[in-house]
């Protein structure tokens, strides 16, 4: 197979099946063993080079057949589709819409891998005044252009230990909905602690949407997240997440986790949160540098062969009727984003921003107390100069990153986080590649889990073709 021809196909072995991704189409197919050992020869225009190379373990008939079949997929642009174009929007100025409000630099737990330095953020301690979180609404209105439907989310340090800066500002949000037509989607992050009866009747009377902070087993979050005091937190943050989401029904929240060098068994901990009746669940690589916690290359078999076993995890409790969302496992295959979202990703730095407790914007949450990349304000606008770094992000998708555009994740992942590039790398268009490595694996995982599930439930029509586009 020639190279060019290469670029556009990736085809792996995960948890036992053949599966084969037309990466431009995003089309996925699961194969049989013979279909995947052609593959090592295909290019569309080569049959008779394929027959010599495989006669001795094939039948030229059934290869012939297959042939046949792979041809198909290419008259429906299902296999070798052409590239996709650059849309002309990522030369245009970017609409606003997400905000992140930095609500508290501040904390009331001392995670040990925290990257926002337990809410300082290399920086003081401080509040988000309501001056500043209305002038943020006002910010992102003006910013939105026609757009209708618009993002806030409060975050922190822990933004329940500004609980009145949180209802002043969706107070404003509700008096400007109805003054502009726009709506807005509110998401508040928490570690739990300070949940209480009052303030989770308030979050799920204002419908705002709750990520809930823990890092799953007693004893891996009673490590890694401690409270001021260095006492342990678990018992008391999973009563608090218990009674919030019951009160809510069970909706509108997902729970996340972090693993770290500490617990690479972290399927245990996913276990433990789905255990514990939480069933809309993610579990996080952390990301530092120069930590005993961090992540290294070393670790990548380990961490392989953990999402391996998560997978079939995951599998098993769906078929045990007691499946739950795994957010990196959720993908919709036949109608994912648009162009534009798989090629820009998050929208950080252009369509997205954080808004520091002063007021200063920032790239992204990860980016706040990074001086380089302070943008300007939300009384003031950008300053001088920062429309050169709005545009260089806007202008990052993954076709303009040289070790991304031939990768075969490049449409799921959009060229991964800009903030970890530039931990790493000092530039967001060069991408961490430890993370890169986890994402890859993590996608192989969640398209064979997607894969299964799809035959699975043709299986149950006593349906069992030999090959499923799903």
Same mark, same amino acid.
């Given at each position: $197979?020639?190279?060019?021809?290469?670029?556009?196909?990736?085809?792996?072995?995960?948890?036992?099946?053949?599966?084969?991704?037309?990466?431009?189409?995003?089309?996925?197919?699961?194969?049989?063993? $013979?279909?995947?050992?052609?593959?090592?020869?295909?290019?569309?225009?080569?049959?008779?080079?394929?027959?010599?190379?495989?006669?001795?373990?094939?039948?030229?008939?059934?290869?012939?057949?297959?042939?046949?079949?792979?041809?198909?997929?290419? %008259?429906?642009?299902?296999?070798?589709?052409?590239?996709? %174009?650059?849309?002309?929007?990522?030369?245009?100025?970017?609409?606003?819409?997400?905000?992140?409000?930095?609500?508290?630099?501040?904390?009331?737990?001392?995670?040990?891998?925290?990257?926002? %330095?337990?809410?300082?953020?290399?920086?003081?301690?401080?509040?988000?005044?309501?001056?500043?979180?209305?002038?943020?609404?006002?910010?992102?209105?003006?910013?939105?252009?026609?757009?209708?439907?618009?993002?806030?989310?409060?975050?922190?340090?822990?933004?329940?230990?500004?609980?009145?800066?949180?209802?002043?500002?969706?107070?404003?949000?509700?008096?400007?909905?109805?003054?502009?037509?726009?709506?807005?989607?509110?998401?508040?992050?928490?570690?739990?602690?300070?949940?209480?009866? #009052?303030?989770?009747?308030?979050?799920?009377?204002?419908?705002?949407?709750?990520?809930?902070?823990?890092?799953?087993?007693?004893?891996?979050?009673?490590?890694?997240?401690?409270?001021?005091?260095?006492?342990?937190?678990?018992?008391?943050? $999973?009563?608090?997440?218990?009674?919030?989401?019951?009160?809510? &029904?069970?909706?509108?929240?997902?729970?996340?986790?972090?693993?770290?060098?500490?617990?690479?068994?972290?399927?245990?901990?996913?276990?433990?949160?789905?255990?514990?009746?939480?069933?809309?669940?993610?579990?996080?690589?952390?990301?530092?540098?120069?930590?005993?916690?961090?992540?290294?290359?070393?670790?990548?078999?380990?961490?392989?062969?953990?999402?391996?076993?998560?997978?079939?995890?995951?599998?098993?409790?769906?078929?045990?009727?007691?499946?739950?969302?795994?957010?990196?496992?959720?993908?919709?295959?036949?109608?994912?984003?648009?162009?534009?979202?798989?090629?820009?990703?998050?929208?950080?730095?252009?369509?997205?921003?954080?808004?520091?407790?002063?007021?200063?914007?920032?790239?992204?949450?990860?980016?706040?107390?990074?001086?380089?990349?302070?943008?300007?304000?939300?009384?003031? %606008?950008?300053?001088?100069?920062?429309?050169?770094?709005?545009?260089?992000?806007?202008?990052?998708?993954?076709?303009?990153?040289?070790?991304?555009?031939?990768?075969?994740?490049?449409?799921?992942?959009?060229?991964?986080?800009?903030?970890?590039? #530039?931990?790493?790398?000092?530039?967001?268009?060069?991408?961490?590649?430890?993370?890169?490595?986890?994402?890859?694996?993590?996608?192989?995982?969640?398209?064979?889990?997607?894969?299964?599930?799809?035959?699975?439930?043709?299986?149950?029509?006593?349906?069992?073709?030999?090959?499923? &586009?799903?």
């Amino acid at each position: $197979m020639n190279k060019e021809m290469r670029t556009k196909i990736h085809k792996f072995v995960q948890n036992g099946m053949y599966i084969l991704l037309d990466i431009n189409s995003g089309a996925v197919h699961v194969i049989d063993e $013979m279909i995947y050992d052609i593959m090592d020869y295909f290019d569309g225009e080569n049959d008779s080079e394929v027959l010599t190379a495989l006669a001795d373990k094939y039948s030229e008939e059934d290869m012939k057949e297959a042939l046949s079949e792979l041809h198909a997929l290419m %008259d429906l642009n299902q296999l070798f589709a052409p590239d996709i %174009d650059v849309p002309p929007t990522f030369k245009a100025k970017g609409l606003v819409k997400s905000l992140c409000l930095m609500t508290a630099h501040d904390c009331n737990m001392r995670c040990k891998y925290c990257f926002g %330095d337990t809410g300082e953020y290399g920086g003081e301690r401080q509040m988000m005044s309501e001056e500043v979180g209305r002038a943020a609404v006002d910010y992102i209105i003006s910013h939105s252009g026609l757009r209708k439907h618009c993002e806030i989310d409060f975050f922190g340090g822990e933004p329940l230990i500004n609980m009145p800066l949180v209802k002043a500002v969706t107070e404003y949000v509700r008096k400007r909905e109805k003054e502009t037509g726009k709506e807005f989607k509110l998401t508040l992050t928490t570690n739990g602690l300070a949940l209480n009866d #009052d303030n989770i009747k308030w979050l799920n009377d204002n419908n705002i949407s709750l990520v809930l902070s823990t890092d799953g087993r007693k004893e891996t979050h009673d490590n890694m997240r401690p409270d001021c005091g260095g006492q342990p937190t678990y018992d008391k943050i $999973m009563k608090n997440f218990r009674k919030c989401v019951d009160a809510r &029904n069970g909706e509108n929240y997902y729970m996340r986790g972090t693993y770290t060098a500490e617990n690479l068994d972290f399927t245990e901990d996913v276990k433990a949160m789905a255990d514990a009746g939480f069933d809309i669940l993610s579990m996080e690589p952390v990301v530092l540098k120069d930590s005993p916690y961090a992540l290294t290359d070393d670790m990548l078999p380990e961490i392989f062969a953990e999402y391996d076993r998560l997978t079939e995890f995951y599998l098993k409790r769906h078929r045990e009727g007691k499946g739950f969302f795994f957010f990196h496992f959720n993908m919709d295959l036949s109608n994912g984003p648009c162009v534009a979202k798989r090629l820009a990703g998050c929208g950080s730095g252009h369509e997205y921003y954080a808004v520091a407790a002063n007021g200063d914007l920032y790239p992204c949450h990860q980016f706040v107390g990074r001086k380089k990349y302070k943008l300007g304000d939300v009384f003031n %606008d950008l300053d001088d100069g920062a429309e050169e770094i709005t545009s260089y992000f806007r202008e990052s998708h993954v076709l303009n990153k040289e070790k991304c555009r031939d990768c075969w994740a490049k449409f799921f992942c959009s060229g991964g986080c800009h903030a970890n590039a #530039d931990l790493f790398n000092g530039d967001i268009r060069i991408p961490y590649e430890t993370g890169c490595a986890i994402q890859k694996k993590r996608l192989e995982c969640a398209l064979a889990v997607q894969a299964t599930l799809a035959l699975e439930k043709i299986q149950t029509k006593e349906f069992n073709p030999a090959s499923v &586009n799903c």
